[in-house]
Each structure stands twice: as structure tokens, then as C-alpha cells.
């Protein structure tokens, strides 16, 4: 048996911690031989939502934390004074080797912070950004940074594009993917300072397929296979892209429910409509993993469901399987 990918889950992070941490792993290691699971927590909370279900006892264990990072504590303070924390003793465990990856949909401030501190970046990595996938229209793409950087320099963004190629070439199996740089318009010259100072250092980068500027209406098409931005951009973009799809659904479900004619229709489709929602949903790709740290980092919504908690855990194999950390840190020293 091949060694077991091991990840530690703040199981008190997110609005519905501990019932949706707990459920997401306990479904992910039955999908997967190749996982142990450590849900870090208030034991005998995580014991009761544990209780509920059958499960490989080998395969989850609970470590107990007496303290909870909430979300709207100031982050450095929090991951100073609160050692007893979900978060704190997680990220320790990727620290001491004693986990591979982190899983959390607590405080991105908190994750943020101890990402840096606590996992720490690879020898070379100027910035960890936050990098989602995304759905697009010819399957997904890679948002990065969608949170972590708001102030990235360019060189910062050179790094991203560089991750991301690895990422998505490991990960997704994507042969030179393609890279774009979010701007107000097609042409070179177009955009902000940190644009216009970015766009030839990827443009003259030997190792990424660098195709030029993307404007935000190209993203959902699949403009590009890997998105760069500073973070401001890039969370903006996330959140506008959850807005429009959530607000999409409800337009979609009141006309189907408008009257007899559409009711109708709608039961006809249903299957097929529900099959085509699932493959543009975000859950199916769980959290948005720092790259460029010593150990992986996953951070998923704070109103995560069991099963975006579910991929978030499973990614961590492929991830750790693949070695991205060290093709990551190669990929950077070159």
C-alpha cells in the first residue's frame, strides 16, 4: 500500500464547523485509499459529529485544540496569542512534518498569516498567492492571486505565472498551459502601472506560453488557462464571479417556476440541467491552495458545504503525490 497523504482540517473553521469539516472528511477518505485525516478542534465536539457516521478509524484522528480563531480577529494577534488554536496547531503540524497538507474554511486572515509564518515560503518565493480554479466554459482556470497579495510588485507576478504553469501542468494535466494577464483591453500598451511593467517581463519569460492581456469578459470562456492579477483584481473577480452565478440560479429557477408551460419544461430538464450546473459549480474543485510554501495550504469558503470541504481534502493528494512544493521551488531557482 502506497504511503498515505496525510492532511490536517481545522475542523472548527468555517460557518457550519464542526457537522460540515467533519462529513467532508469522513466522504473523502472513502474516496480515497490514500489519505489520513487529522480533525483539529474541540475533541469532544468533532468526537459527537464523529460519532454519526461509520467509518476507517485508522484513517481520521482527532487532535484536540482548546481555542478558535474567529473571523473577525486581527490575524497576527491571533496566531500569536492563540497557540491552542485549530488553525495554530494544524499549520505546526505541516511545520513538523507531521502532516502534508492544511485544510481550513476559518479565517483567511488567520491561514494567510500562518502560511507565511508558521509553513513558510520555498527558498526563492518572494509571495504566496491564493490560487483558485475557476469554471469556465472549456473546463477551468487558474485565478492567481485572488487574495493574498494586494500590493504584488511585478516580479511578484512573473513568480505567479511561473507557480501557476506548474500547478496546473501537475495538477490538471494541461501541456503548456496558457498564461494571461488581467487588463481593461487587448492591447500592450493598455493598463496600470504594474500592467504595463509586468506585461514584457512575461511576454520575454522563456518558460510560460505567455498570450497577452485578458479582459474579465474572456475569463469565463476560457480565455486563458492560467489568470495573473495582484490580489485586489483577482478577489474581485472571484467575488463577482460567485455573485453573477448565484444571482443566475435564482433568475433561472423563477423562470422555470413562472407557469404551467415552464413547470413542465422544467421537469423535463431537470437531469440535464442539474448535470450542467454541477460541472460550473466552484465546489467541485475545493479550496484555493497557497503555492509556494515548504508544506501545502488549502483555504476554502468560510460557507463551504461538506462537499467543497470533501475536494479540498482530496486535492491535497494529488498535490502531494505530484510534489508540487519541489517542481514549484525548481521551476523558481531556474
Known amino acids: 500500500m502506497a504511503e498515505l497523504v496525510r492532511v490536517a482540517v481545522d475542523a472548527m473553521g468555517g460557518d457550519n464547523a464542526p457537522y460540515v469539516t467533519v462529513k467532508g472528511a469522513v466522504d473523502a ?13 474541540k475533541e469532544d465536539a468533532v468526537n459527537a459529529e464523529l460519532s454519526k457516521y461509520d467509518y476507517d478509524k485508522a484513517r481520521i484522528e482527532v487532535v484536540n485544540a482548546t481555542e478558535v480563531i474567529e473571523m473577525a480577529e486581527p490575524p497576527v494577534m491571533a496566531i500569536r496569542t492563540k497557540k491552542d488554536s485549530s488553525i495554530v496547531k494544524a499549520m505546526y503540524m505541516v511545520n513538523h512534518g507531521e502532516a502534508d497538507a492544511y485544510v481550513s474554511a476559518g479565517s483567511t486572515g488567520a491561514t494567510l498569516v500562518g502560511g507565511q509564518v508558521i509553513v513558510g515560503r520555498l527558498k526563492g518565493v518572494d509571495r504566496a498567492p491564493l490560487a483558485p480554479l475557476i469554471p469556465t466554459e472549456k473546463g477551468s482556470s487558474l485565478l492567481i492571486d485572488c487574495g493574498a497579495n494586494v500590493d504584488a510588485r511585478s516580479n511578484h507576478l512573473v513568480q505567479f505565472a511561473k507557480m501557476g504553469t506548474v500547478y496546473m501542468e501537475n495538477v490538471m494535466g494541461i501541456k503548456n498551459p496558457t498564461v494571461g494577464i488581467v487588463n481593461i483591453g487587448a492591447e500592450e500598451e493598455k493598463g496600470n502601472a504594474l500592467v504595463k511593467e509586468t506585461f514584457p517581463l512575461l511576454k520575454n519569460c522563456p518558460d510560460i506560453n505567455f498570450i497577452g492581456s485578458v479582459e474579465a469578459r474572456d475569463i469565463p470562456a476560457g480565455g486563458a488557462d492560467i489568470i495573473v492579477c495582484e490580489a485586489f483584481t483577482g478577489n474581485v473577480i472571484l467575488k463577482m464571479y460567485e455573485g453573477v452565478a448565484k444571482s443566475m440560479m435564482h433568475v433561472i429557477k423563477k423562470g422555470l417556476m413562472s407557469n404551467l408551460k415552464t413547470k413542465i419544461g422544467a421537469l423535463l430538464i431537470k437531469d440535464d440541467l442539474k448535470k450542467s450546473l454541477a460541472d460550473y459549480s466552484m465546489d467541485q474543485y475545493g479550496g484555493a491552495p497557497m503555492l509556494g510554501l515548504k508544506g501545502l495550504v488549502v483555504k476554502t469558503h468560510g460557507s463551504a458545504n461538506d462537499i467543497e470541504v470533501k475536494n479540498s481534502i482530496l486535492q491535497c493528494v494529488t498535490f ?9 521551488s525548481e521551476k523558481i531557482s531556474e
Open 29 to 41: 477518505i472513502k474516496e480515497s485509499d490514500s489519505l489520513k485525516v487529522f480533525l483539529v478542534g
Open 320 to 328: 502531494t503525490q505530484q510534489k508540487i512544493s519541489e517542481k514549484i
